[in-house]
């Protein structure tokens, strides 16, 4: 009998639904249906649909989704009403499982089927990370309610990381604090990783136990892990993720001290808090207003690396201004990323299967993987200026999973360089898992 799963991906201004049939136990689930709602702090919102039957795209909403759990009932009502697109799906029991991924899950190690207990236990989290766990969660209260015959699970971006050794997690504080406030690292895009040295490991033929690999997931949340025979041996982002790599709006790693100089107002409650939200100013400026939006003035990173590998035509054109901050915000990040993966050659003791790009600028970004590479050539990574492209190349996966693609350059000897192309399976798998 087909099973109807839904995964659900809240942020702080969008909610993200895929819907699965899932043919039979063990089966890999087919996708049916993708929809999201974007722009729900600075609206209007938009609303985005893809069906058998329809393709709506950045539509603006007819009526007000001024929050996740509206912008949830919105999406959830669409598509019990599309009949044509999605047959399988005639009333709300007909949804089996809602999974949620849920960046934060302190110290659980695997995903949690969603009960009263563990529903509070993951509301004492969201101090650990208010700007991510308190969307997800509005959703999570949002499916009980209206789905109450759906069993909910919650996958959390920190579970991969809890193999991390304590000498690597441990922070240099008090310890009875540190044990009292949960302070350590925990590590995040878990769920990215445990996908990605899955795939990479099917690719070198090779059993995930004996894999090593450095893996970097870049998007506008940018983060970097090695993977010790397939396992987290560490990680980029720490007791949230805000540390390691810089990104859109995030400064990532910088002097703890900096901020109090930035403002007076660090420890005070931001404007943007909410009743749910609960963040200080120092966390809004280092989370919301840094990164390379703050260097160049855009979160486009494609807009900054076309400006920052060319040459102003005019360079004494007033626009050429931003050429030359989109240089500083590009060199700024190929140094911190070749920084890490420095830093994990080592600590694997130079045993690099491959060093994976992965995330949406690292999948998309010719320029950023060249840079890169050419960055840490010293380290006997290679790739070929031929491969490095972004084409339909290997797109033909079976079943809809994530495709590998080699740019290695072949010589004796050379280390991998691979891409991953990302399509989001692991967190419906991963929830079939608990059903």
């Not at 039957?53 to 909403?61: A, D, F, M, R, V």
């Not at 709006?249 to 808090?273: C, E, K, M, Q, Y």
């Not at 840490?376 to 200026?385: A, P």
């Not at 740019?407 to 360089?417: D, I, N």
Request: hydrophobic letters at 35%.
């Amino acid at each position: 009998m087909t099973k109807i799963l839904l995964s659900i991906n809240a942020g702080s201004s969008s909610v993200k639904v895929s819907v699965y049939r899932v043919p039979a136990r063990g089966a890999s689930p087919e996708q049916i249906i993708e929809t999201q709602i974007s722009g729900l702090t600075a609206p209007p919102a938009t609303f985005s649909y893809q069906s058998r039957s329809q393709q709506i795209k950045h539509q603006k909403l007819e009526q007000d989704a001024n929050s996740q759990d509206e912008a949830f009932k919105y999406i959830l009502d669409y598509i019990i009403a599309d009949k044509e697109g999605a047959p399988e799906i005639q009333r709300r029991e007909d949804i089996v499982w809602a999974c949620h991924r849920i960046v934060h899950g302190g110290d659980y190690d695997d995903a949690q089927v969603i009960t009263p207990d563990t529903y509070h236990h993951l509301e004492s989290l969201t101090d650990l990370a208010p700007l991510h766990n308190a969307p997800a969660l509005s959703i999570v209260k949002s499916c009980l309610e209206q789905l109450p015959h759906t069993k909910n699970i919650a996958c959390f971006d920190s579970a991969y990381h809890q193999t991390i050794p304590i000498h690597i997690r441990t922070y240099p504080i008090d310890p009875e604090v540190a044990s009292k406030n949960k302070l350590r690292k925990y590590g995040f895009h878990g769920i990215s990783y445990a996908f990605i040295v899955r795939s990479v490991a099917e690719c070198l033929r090779k059993p995930i136990n004996e894999t090593n690999i450095i893996a970097l997931h870049l998007g506008s949340g940018a983060s970097a892990c090695a993977i010790k025979n397939g396992r987290s041996l560490d990680t980029s982002m720490g007791l949230t993720p805000l540390a390691g790599l810089p990104g859109a709006t995030r400064s990532g790693s910088i002097d703890p001290s900096l901020v109090f100089h930035f403002t007076s107002d660090a420890g005070r409650p931001s404007p943007n808090s909410t009743k749910d939200m609960h963040i200080s100013t120092a966390e809004d400026i280092l989370n919301k207003q840094s990164g390379w939006k703050a260097l160049t003035g855009t979160t486009d990173f494609g807009a900054i690396a076309s400006a920052a590998t060319s040459s102003p035509s005019n360079p004494s054109d007033p626009s050429s201004d931003f050429p030359r901050k989109a240089k500083l915000a590009y060199d700024l990040f190929v140094d911190r990323i070749a920084g890490y993966i420095g830093s994990y050659f080592v600590s694997l003791n130079g045993e690099v299967d491959a060093l994976v790009f992965a995330g949406g600028i690292g999948e998309k970004s010719t320029a950023l993987r060249k840079s890169v590479v050419e960055k840490v050539r010293c380290l006997g990574f290679g790739m070929e200026d031929s491969k490095n492209k972004n084409s339909e190349e290997l797109k033909n996966a079976e079943d809809g999973r994530a495709v590998v693609v080699d740019l290695s350059a072949q010589k004796e000897g050379g280390k991998r360089v691979m891409k991953w192309l990302d399509n989001v399976l692991n967190m419906p798998n991963s929830g079939n898992e608990k059903a």
